[in-house]
């Protein structure tokens, strides 16, 4: 199953709400999208990324550094 994530979804992603579980590595995250309406309800998608055995192409590796950037402090 492939998840695709448009940049409007991404921008809607807050670090702070984001989980990483230690034993399986997977990376867990809501979008919330005001836009979006359900019977006059924010739409909430949930997504579960898991690692991938390359590290170069790993999103759960490349989830780290965009969190652990000094840029990305705050957000």
């Not at 055995?53 to 965009?66: I, K, Q, R």
Request: overall charge positive.
């Amino acid at each position: 199953l492939l998840a695709v994530l448009r940049l409007s979804d991404l921008q809607r992603i807050s670090l702070s709400s984001t989980t990483v579980d230690a034993t399986t590595g997977t990376l867990s995250f809501d979008v919330v999208a005001p836009k979006e309406k359900q019977n006059n309800i924010a739409i909430i998608k949930s997504f579960t990324i898991y690692p991938s055995s390359n590290t170069f192409l790993c999103p759960v590796v490349c989830f780290h550094a965009v969190r652990d950037h000094p840029a990305a402090i705050g957000r």
